[in-house]
């Protein structure tokens, strides 16, 4: 059985920083793509980063690009987020989700291709 579980996240202030980890257990972690999503209140779940198995690949959405960077160890069986230049609207639910059986350098960037999902940490970013 496959756990996702994410941790990190807190309250901050705008302008500051953040990272999030997700530790991934019951499969070979390299088997997994990795993604972060996120869900504001009243607001669907969007897609905000995605990295490849080889941790060569990585994807961002447009609303974070600059300011977020994905990142993976292998070895820990972890995938981190660090956030930087937060905004309020960065305020969310976040989860880590994993997806399995794409290639090497594939990177999955729709909720449907995730099997696999944590509980999410909540982020908030305000004065």
């Known amino acids: 059985q496959v756990h996702v579980v994410e941790s990190g996240g807190g309250l901050v202030q705008p302008g500051g920083s953040l990272m999030l980890s997700c530790a991934a257990s019951g499969r070979t972690f390299s088997s997994f793509a990795m993604g972060w999503f996120r869900q504001a209140p009243g607001k669907e779940r969007e897609f905000v980063t995605t990295i490849s198995r080889s941790g060569a690949t990585t994807y961002y959405a447009d609303s974070v690009k600059g300011r977020f960077t994905t990142s993976r160890d292998n070895a820990k069986n972890t995938v981190f987020l660090q956030m930087n230049s937060l905004r309020p609207e960065d305020t969310a639910l976040y989860y880590c989700?994993?997806?399995?059986?794409?290639?090497?350098?594939?990177?999955?960037?729709?909720?449907?291709?995730?099997?696999?999902w944590g509980q999410g940490t909540q982020v908030t970013v305000s004065s």
């Open positions: 989700a994993a997806a399995a059986g794409y290639s090497f350098d594939y990177i999955p960037r729709e909720l449907f291709e995730y099997e696999y």
